[in-house]
C-alpha cells in the first residue's frame, strides 16, 4: 500500500527524532483519517482515506481524499478546502464518485465554555455537502442544501484527563446514499423538520427532490434500476412490524402506491433483509412472519420458547402491479412442518432458532441464518428452591431467575425455495456457549454476527459467521465450510472483513510485534 | 591397484563431486550476509564512531544520531542477509572494483569493503568510509562490463568526495541549526496551515539537499569518468541514456501467450483465470495528476538525458563493450529470483523465470522455481495471505502480460492451485535436480499439502531439511519455519 497518507505521517514520524518533538506531535494531533469504502450497485469497487490535514482559517480546513482501488493501491489524491466536514457515504457511478459529508459550523467545533457554545448557536449552520470526483481527480460539482439541525454539545476527555466541549448535532434519520446505475446517486436523510429524498446526476446537479412525509421511526433506501425503494418502519402494535415499502420512479417522477407488509392473515413481518435479488436484481424483502398473541415477546431466551414467530417469509418486488408481486410465506405454526415444532423448536438439532440475518441466492431460494438456542431445565436450581422452602429468601434467590436456562449452540440455516417450501438445509457446528438465565435479553448475549458474500462468477454464496473463537466461512452454494479461521492465532488477533465482490479481507493485529497484516483473499 | 592408490581415487573422487556441487549451488547458507560478515559487523559497530565534527552540544548531538542510524542500517542489513558474498558474481564485481582501485590508488588508498545486495532494484550506492553496495538489480541489468564498471566507479566517487560523510554533517547542521528552530516555533505559534508550514520547512531542506545532491552526481559522473580512464575502463556516455529504461523490468511482453508456459508441462489452463473479473476502480481509467513522479527539484539525481549531454564529448570514441559472462549474468537472475521468492513476492518471481524462458533457457533449476512458486501460492492460500504473496501492482506499472499473470495468481480457484503444485510435483524435471532441491520439495509439500499444517508440523519438516541439508542455501527458507 503506498498511501500518500501514510507517506506524510512518515514524514512526520521519521523526521520527529531529529526536530522539535513538540511541533510534529502538534500537527499531527491535527490530523485526523477515516476510511470509507466507495460502494457501487451494492458491491466495493475502492476505498477512500478521507483526511483532515489541518485548520486553515477560523472556520475551514484543508482536506486530502486518497482514493484507493479495491487492492488498496494508491490510484490518486485531491486536496481541497471547505469548512467542516464529516464524511457519511461515498458511491460510484458513471467514473464519478460522490462524496456525502455534513457540513457544519458548529459540530466537532471547540468551545470554551457552555456559555461560548450557547451564544454561537443562534450562528449555528448544517448543510449536506455533496462533491462530485471524476476519475481525473477534478471535483466536478458540489451541492450544498441546509439541514435543520438541532445545535448540540459533548465534553469529549483529552488525553491529559481534561475535558473539552464540542458542538454536536444529530439527525433524525442518517444520511444514506446510494447510486442509481446510467443515471446518478440518490441520498436521503431526514433533519429536525423534514425527510428528503434527492437524486443528483453525476454532473452534481440536483435532478429531483421529494419529501417523504411519512412518520417513520427508520428509514432504508434501496435503489434498482432507476427506482428508488424506501423501507419505512413506523411505529406498529407488534413491535418488530409496522414495515412499509414507498416506490418512486426517477426516470419519470412517478410515485408508486404505497406496499405494506402484512401476510395474508393480516400478521405483521419482520424484515431481516431489504436488497436487490442476485439473479435478477429486483428488490426483495425477506423476513419472519411475526405471531399476533406472542409476538411482542421476543426479548429473552425464554421468549423464544412460547414462538413470537409463525414462519418465514420472502416478498419479491418485480414490479408495482399486483403480478409483479411475487410473496412466499412458509408456516410453523401451523404444525405443518415435520422439522419444526408449531413454536419453532427445531426438531432434529433440538434447538431453537434465533433467526438474525436472512438473504437470496444466485437460484432464488432465501436463506435465514439462526443462531440456535439450547434449553436446559434448571433441576438443581429446582430441588435446591424445594429444599430450602421453609426459609424466605432461598428459594427466591435460586428460583428468581426462571426454570430454565439458554445457551447458543450450533447456527442454523433455514431453506425457501421459490415455491416456498421451507427446510433446515444444514446446521453449521458451533460449540455450546455459557448457559444464561431465561431472562436475559438474546442480544445481550448472543456471541456471532452474520454477513454474506457473493461471487458473480461462480453464482456462489458464502455465509460469513463471526463467532467469538472462530471466524466460519460456509458456502451456502454446496453446503460446505469452506474456511475456518481462528480468531487467535499464538499471538495474532484475526477478523474477517468484506471486500470486493467474492473476497473478504483478513486483517491480522499481531500483538508481540505490533504489526498488522491485510490481505483480500478470495472465497 | 594398491590400497593407498585406490585411497587417494577415492579422496580425487571426492574433491571432484564437492567441487561439482559446489558449481550448482548458487552460495552456500554460510555466504549470507548475517553469517559471512559477522566478524566484519562486529569490528564495523567498533570502527564507526561519530567523529567530533560540532562545537555545540545539539549539534554533535544531532550528528551522532544521523551517523548512528547509518551504522544500524547497515548491521540491520547484514542482519536481515540483504547480502550475500557468493563465489562467482561477487568475484567478478569485486575484480572490477579492484581494477578501478589499482589504478587510482592516489585516491583510493584502500580496497573498498563492497557488499552485493540482493535486491532486485537497478542501484548501487556508497555509505561512506569506503564501503560499496552493488545490487544484483544492476548486474543484472547492465548490458556490458563497461556500463557496470561506470556505476561503481560513479559510487566509488562518491566515497572518495566524502558525499556521504558530508551529507551527514549538513544535516546535523541544519536540523541544529537556529533558522531551523525558529521556522519550528513559527510552525507552533501560527494558528492556520500549521502542516502546510511544516512540509515548507522539510522540503525547503529537501530542495537545498537535492540541489546539493545533483551538484554531488555530476562531480561523482565526472570523477567516475576519470577513474575508469586510469584503468582503461572505455566510457560511453549512452550508459546513462541505457539507465534511463531500468524502471521498465515489467513492461517487457512475454514472447508467447501465458497459456503456452502452463500446457508445456501438461497442466489444464482456463483463460478465464488470467481475465479480470472485477468491477473495482483498478479496472477503470483513472488519471490524477501522477503523484508518483517527483517535482523536478525535489529529485537527487539529474535526469538520465541531462547527464548523457553533459558527458558524450568524453566518450570514447570507438567504445569496445566486454560482455558479462553468461555464467554471472545467469548465477545473479538465480539469484535475485530466489531472494524474491524467500521474501514472499511471487509475481515478479515467476515473470522473470517467464522472460529468462524466453530466451531459451531449458535449466531444470527454473522449472524447480516454477514449482516452488505454484506450492508457495498455495502455502499463501492456505493461510490467507495470497493477495500479499502476489504483491498485486496497477495495471500502468506493468505489461499487459504481468497484469494477466498477477490476475491468474489472483483468480486461479484452490483446487486448480492444488492441482498445480501435484503436477508440478511430478515433473520430469526433478530428476536432473540434486538433493537439496528434492528436500526442499519435501519441505514445500509438508508446508502446502500435508493435511497436517499444525506450526509443530512444519517446524519438525524444516528441522529436517536443515538436518539433512546443512549449508544449503535452501536453509535460509527452512529458517523461517524452524523452532529453535
Known sequence: MKNTVYALFLILFTTTVHAQTKVFKEVSEDISSSLEPIIQDGKLVGYLFFTTLEKSSADSFNYRLSIMDENLNDIGTVNFRQEHLDLKEVSFEQDVMCLAYIKSNFAGKEFKNGKEFKRETSKARTSLFAQFVDLNGKIVGTSTIPMDIKPESDYVYTSNYRTKLYGNGRLKHPLQLKNIPGKGFACFYGDDSKNNLLVYNTAGKMTWKNQVREDATDFAMLTSGTEIDLLVKRTDPMKEGGFEILGYNTKDSTTYPKFVLKDKKGNSLKVLAFENDPATGKPYVSGMIIDPRNGNRFVTGNNLRHGPYDGVFSINLNGHAKKDIQASFSYWSDGSQTFVDNHGFFQEPQLYANVERSFKDFSGNTWFAACGVKRRFRWGGLAWGTILSPLILPPFLYLGGGLHRYAFKDVLLIKQDGAGHMSLATTVPEGAGQYQFCAYPLYTVDPRSYYTVSNPDTRSDYLIINSEKNIEIYNVSQNKMARSVPRKDGNSVINVLPAKEGYVMVYEFNRKERTTRLSIEAL | ?484
Open chain 2, 1 to 484: 591397484m594398491s590400497p593407498a592408490k585406490i585411497l587417494l581415487f577415492c579422496i580425487l573422487l571426492s574433491l571432484l563431486y564437492t567441487a561439482n556441487a559446489q558449481d550448482q549451488n548458487l552460495y552456500n547458507y554460510q555466504d549470507l550476509s548475517h553469517v559471512y560478515y559477522q566478524k566484519q559487523k562486529d569490528s564495523l559497530k567498533k570502527a564507526w564512531v561519530c567523529p567530533s565534527a560540532f562545537s555545540d552540544r545539539d549539534g554533535q548531538h544531532k550528528y551522532k544520531e544521523i551517523y548512528d542510524s547509518r551504522t544500524e542500517f547497515l548491521l540491520s542489513a547484514i542482519t536481515h542477509d540483504d547480502y550475500v558474498h557468493d563465489r562467482e558474481v561477487y568475484p567478478y564485481i569485486a575484480g572490477i572494483v579492484r581494477q578501478i582501485a589499482n589504478a587510482n590508488r592516489g585516491l583510493i588508498p584502500a580496497d573498498p569493503l563492497l557488499l552485493l545486495d540482493r535486491n532486485p532494484s537497478v542501484n548501487a550506492y556508497a555509505l561512506g568510509d569506503n564501503v560499496l553496495a552493488v545490487n544484483l538489480g544492476l548486474v543484472i541489468f547492465s548490458g556490458s562490463r563497461e556500463e557496470l564498471a561506470l556505476a561503481i566507479a560513479h559510487e566509488m566517487s562518491h566515497n572518495i568526495l566524502h558525499h556521504p560523510e558530508n551529507a551527514m554533517r549538513e544535516r546535523a547542521a541544519w536540523l541544529s541549526s537556529d533558522e531551523y528552530k525558529q521556522s519550528l516555533n513559527a510552525v507552533l505559534s501560527s494558528r492556520y496551515d500549521r502542516l502546510t508550514r511544516l512540509q515548507k520547512i522539510l522540503e525547503g531542506f529537501t530542495f537545498s539537499r537535492s540541489r546539493h545532491q545533483r551538484f554531488h552526481e555530476s562531480e561523482a559522473d565526472s570523477l567516475a569518468i576519470i577513474l575508469l580512464k586510469n584503468c582503461n575502463i572505455t566510457f560511453n556516455a549512452k550508459y546513462f541514456l541505457h539507465l534511463d529504461s531500468a524502471d521498465e523490468e515489467y513492461h517487457q511482453h512475454l514472447h508467447q501467450p501465458l497459456r503456452n508456459y502452463f500446457t508445456t508441462y501438461q497442466l489444464p489452463f482456463d483463460d478465464s483465470w488470467a481475465t479480470r473479473h472485477s468491477h473495482g476502480l483498478s479496472t477503470r481509467n483513472y488519471n490524477f495528476s501522477d503523484t508518483t513522479t517527483l517535482e523536478d527539484s525535489l529529485k537527487t539525481h539529474p535526469d538520465c538525458p541531462e547527464r548523457y549531454a553533459r558527458t558524450k564529448d568524453r566518450s570514447a570514441a570507438h567504445p569496445q563493450l566486454t560482455p558479462i559472462p553468461q555464467s554471472v549474468k545467469d548465477r545473479t537472475n538465480k539469484m535475485l529470483i530466489w531472494n524474491l521468492y524467500t521474501s514472499g513476492t511471487l509475481t515478479p518471481c515467476l515473470y522473470r523465470i517467464f522472460l529468462e524462458k524466453d530466451k531459451g533457457s531449458k535449466d531444470p533449476w527454473y522449472d524447480f522455481m516454477i514449482s516452488n512458486i505454484f506450492y508457495g501460492l498455495y502455502y499463501a492460500d492456505r493461510n490467507l495471505n495470497r493477495f500479499n504473496a502476489i504483491g498485486i501492482v496497477q495495471k500502468e506499472y506493468i505489461s499487459k502480460d504481468y497484469y494477466s499473470l498477477q490476475t491468474l495468481f489472483e483468480q486461479m480457484p484452490r483446487e486448480s492451485l492444488r492441482q498445480y503444485c501435484e503436477g508440478f510435483g511430478a515433473g520430469a524435471f526433478w530428476s536432473s535436480l540434486p538433493s537439496p532441491e528434492h528436500g526442499l520439495k519435501s519441505l514445500l509439500y509438508t508446508l502446502a499439502l500435508d493435511p497436517d499444517d499444525s506450526e509443530r508440523a512444519r517446524s519438525k519438516a524444516a528441522h529436517a531439511f536443515a538436518t539433512d541439508n546443512a549449508g544449503s542455501m535452501y536453509c535460509e527458507f527452512s529458517d523461517n519455519f524452524e523452532k529453535k
